[in-house]
């Protein structure tokens, strides 16, 4: 994947994961310790609870051994805030992340986040905040909009399952050997605690699936004997979900992983994974305001060295209006709005010219 490319994955990710998490929810109660591991998940990953705003944290450590041996650290948080009158309106967002990596005697630090508001986004990178405009920001807005009518017409819904249900997988699949670890606190609720081992077949034939979905990105299409080999790899993998006690709302999903190659080529031996998605401050009120230093969006696009985007926002300001020429057209955007996987993305930037 290419550095440009990469990135669009990232930001992609971060604008679906809140609406992802938030809504997996359902009916609860009960004596935590009690009840069935399997009926808690199913409560978890397929009841619907309307869940509006929340406190987002994600976070991933590795470490590798071998000759190419490192570590790398990233998270993703902050608050959401959706308009429970009209599920038709772009969430509200103010995520920050931060990534570090080090190894072979160098490192790599990374600081941005997005921010958007009822009108307008901003995209915050090494600590400076670039204003989109509100002029691109209401097309995207359209073709979400549009999304969610199309999903509606269809007999659809942005919760959680039908989520996971347009991605193609289904959560609960992912676990084997279910175990019920009893009552858990977690930023401040008591959860149900649901512990077991990966499916690992099933999760990477899922993620193969979700990749292919990201806007912007580029992963290859793996074949049989690739996936096989990437399943050899992973010897040890475990996942616990913390339901909500009372709700059954996810309040947080981690992954653990081990993978060692197989291959006699391998430069590294052993890669250690921990992934964590926690949501918190379940609909409590968020507050979400524009950054007050936004420079115009061009400075960022020559920054980055993105020069067929250059006219985006080039009139600068609050007005956020869009230059003369090689800006994203409403074609473009609908164009990505509908793809679905990276080819299609790609022919997307026949579009820009």
Not at 38 to 54: A, I, K, M
Not at 108 to 116: E, M
Not at 181 to 187: A, H, I, P, S, Y
């Amino acid at each position: 994947m290419t550095p440009i490319r990469a990135r669009a994955a990232i930001l992609a990710l971060v604008f679906v994961l809140p609406a992802a998490v938030a809504g997996c929810g359902g009916d609860g109660g009960g004596d935590g310790g009690s009840e069935d591991p399997s009926q808690v998940l199913e409560q978890t990953f397929n009841n619907q609870t309307d869940v509006t705003s929340g406190q987002l944290d994600i976070s991933v450590d590795g470490s590798a051994e071998g000759d190419q041996s490192g570590d790398l650290t990233a998270t993703i948080q902050g608050p959401f805030q959706t308009d429970a009158n009209d599920p038709t309106a772009f969430p509200q967002l103010d995520l920050s992340a931060q990534i570090s990596a080090s190894g072979q005697g160098q490192s790599f630090d990374f600081d941005g986040g997005v921010v958007t508001t009822n009108d307008n986004a901003f995209v915050e990178y090494q600590g400076q905040a670039y204003e989109v405009g509100s002029a691109i920001f209401q097309r995207f807005q359209d073709a979400y909009e549009k999304s969610v009518r199309q999903s509606e017409a269809q007999g659809g819904s942005q919760d959680a399952s039908s989520i996971f249900e347009r991605l193609g997988v289904d959560p609960q699949t992912w676990l084997t050997n279910l175990s019920n670890e009893g009552d858990e606190d977690v930023e401040g609720t008591e959860t149900i605690h649901i512990h077991g081992d990966a499916n690992v077949d099933q999760i990477v034939s899922d993620f193969g699936k979700i990749a292919q979905r990201v806007p912007g990105g580029s992963a290859p299409n793996l074949d049989q004997a690739q996936l096989d080999q990437v399943k050899d790899s992973i010897t040890e993998a475990s996942l616990d979900v913390y339901s909500g006690k009372d709700d059954h709302i996810l309040r947080k999903l981690s992954l653990a992983l081990v993978v060692e190659p197989s291959s006699d080529s391998a430069t590294v031996s052993k890669v250690d994974i921990n992934l964590s998605v926690t949501l918190s401050d379940v609909n409590e009120s968020q507050t979400i305001s524009a950054p007050s230093d936004a420079q115009p969006i061009t400075g960022l696009i020559r920054q980055l060295g993105l020069s067929g985007l250059g006219s985006i926002g080039s009139s600068g300001g609050t007005s956020g209006g869009v230059g003369g020429g090689g800006g994203p057209t409403p074609d473009y955007l609908n164009c990505i709005q509908d793809a679905t996987t990276s080819a299609e993305v790609q022919k997307c930037a026949a579009e820009l010219q």
